[in-house]
């Protein structure tokens, strides 16, 4: 039997919480397969302003960040466990398009309000996505990573996330 055959389909995640019969699984997979790590590695390349708007929307919140690398990275890493979650438990194609006109509407129509609207709903996206949030974070516990890159690992989440809405 193959992982997709024991997880249950969610069509709408990640506008949708991870389902609990999925939470091990998704854990499994993220902290188990070194995919991961190597899609998470080749989002380095292109994440450097994506991560710029997740620095700052946590010093918005009020979350104490040093911009280091190592929070770089965390960031990456969260940003790739959300869209491997998102692959195993939609089962489906993202649409590209869609993702296209979020990214747009994230970095260029919103502006400077762009740090402010993701920090406005990072506590938000957290408090609704508790399954979601832990698989997430937990991953990078496991890593011992401290709770700045945790926190840095969770807005990458989260703003992936956003990408993916209604994708």
């Not at 708007?53 to 466990?81: K, P």
Request: net charge negative; aromatic share 8%; with cysteine.
């Amino acid at each position: 039997m193959s992982l997709l055959e024991i997880l249950t389909p969610q069509p709408n995640f990640p506008d949708e919480d991870l389902q609990e019969d999925n939470i091990a699984h998704v854990e499994y997979y993220l902290q188990n397969d070194p995919g991961t790590l190597v899609y998470e590695k080749d989002l380095r390349e292109s994440m450097r302003m994506l991560h710029v708007v997740g620095h700052n929307a946590l010093q918005i919140c009020g979350v104490e960040v040093d911009y280091s690398e190592d929070e770089y990275h965390a960031f990456c890493e969260g940003f790739a466990a959300l869209e491997y979650a998102s692959i195993l438990v939609r089962q489906k194609q993202l649409s590209g398009s869609m993702m296209i006109a979020n990214t747009r509407n994230l970095l260029i129509d919103m502006g400077e309000m762009t740090d402010f609207e993701v920090a406005s709903r990072h506590g938000v996206w957290m408090e609704a996505h508790p399954n979601t949030f832990g698989v997430v974070t937990k991953a990078g516990a496991v890593r011992s990573e401290t709770m700045k890159q945790l926190q840095a690992r969770a807005v990458g989440a989260h703003i992936a996330s956003e990408l993916q809405a209604a994708a």
